[in-house]
C-alpha cells in the first residue's frame, strides 16, 4: 500500500545525503506523514528514526527498482 504523500525519489544521491535530508526533514515536523524512494532498505536509518518516535514502514516499488520508506512522526 504506497503512501498517500508523494514520496521524494533520493535514489539518485549520494550516501549519506540521502539520511540527512530524511533525518532533517523528520527533525523540522511540520508534516505529519513523509515518504522516500530510497535505492534499498536503509537499515542504519532505523534506530535513528526510532529514537525521534516515528513509525516506519516500507514496501518494495513493483518494478524492483527501489525501496518506498514512509514515515509517520510522533
Known amino acids: 500500500m ?3 504523500v ?4 533520493l535514489r539518485g544521491m549520494v550516501p549519506p545525503q540521502p539520511m ?3 533525518l532533517h526533514e523528520v527533525d ?4 505529519p ?3 522516500y524512494i530510497l535505492p534499498h532498505f536503509p537499515g542504519p536509518l532505523l534506530p535513528l ?3 525521534r518516535g516515528v513509525t516506519v514502514s516500507s514496501e518494495m516499488l513493483p518494478d524492483m527498482s ?6 509517520q512522526l510522533p
Not at 508523494?6 to 525519489?9: L, S
Request: negative net charge; glycine residues 12%.
Open 2 to 4: 504506497l503512501s498517500a
Open 6 to 9: 508523494t514520496p521524494r525519489d
Open 20 to 22: 540527512e535530508i530524511i
Open 28 to 31: 523540522e515536523g511540520g508534516r
Open 33 to 35: 506523514q513523509l515518504a
Open 49 to 51: 528514526l526510532q529514537q
Open 66 to 71: 527501489g525501496v518506498v520508506l514512509m514515515l
